[in-house]
Nanobody, 127 residues
Framework: EVQLVESGGVLVQAGGSLRLSCVAS????????IGWFRQVPGKEREGVSCISASRGIARYADSVKGRFTISSDNAKDAVYLQINSLKPEDTAIYYC????????????????????WGQGTQVTVSS
């Protein structure tokens, strides 16, 4: 059974940092691209970052470049999202997702490209 489990979401003050974790099981981790998305009530889920570690690819949405860092530990089947200089607008539920067939020299930015999803972890940034 494919599973993605996110953790690390907390209530944090603006300007702070946190690290989200996504641990995968039930599939060959190296073959997939992993994406991080976030969603606030009433808005569409948006991609913030993705990684295909086996191909040395990492991407970021323009809105988070310079503050978010994605990394992976293939030995642990885990992907991390380090978020620095948190802003109230970063408040959202953060989801990780796995893409079985990522683009050749890229990783997916769209919800529709991903095959498996975690349940999400809540990040709340207070001003």
């Amino acid at each position: 059974e494919v599973q993605l489990v996110e953790s690390g979401g907390v209530l944090v003050q603006a300007g702070g940092s946190l690290r989200l974790s996504c641990v995968a099981s039930g599939f060959t981790f190296d073959d997939y691209a992993i994406g991080w998305f976030r969603q606030v009530p009433g808005k569409e889920r948006e991609g913030v970052s993705c990684i295909s570690a086996s191909r040395g690819i990492a991407r970021y949405a323009d809105s988070v470049k310079g503050r978010f860092t994605i990394s992976s530990d293939n030995a642990k089947d885990a992907v991390y999202l380090q978020i620095n200089s948190l802003k109230p607008e970063d408040t959202a539920i953060y989801y990780c997702a796995a893409d079985k067939f990522p683009p050749v020299q890229d990783c997916g930015r769209e919800v529709s490209e991903y095959d498996y999803w975690g349940q999400g972890t809540q990040v709340t940034v207070s001003s």
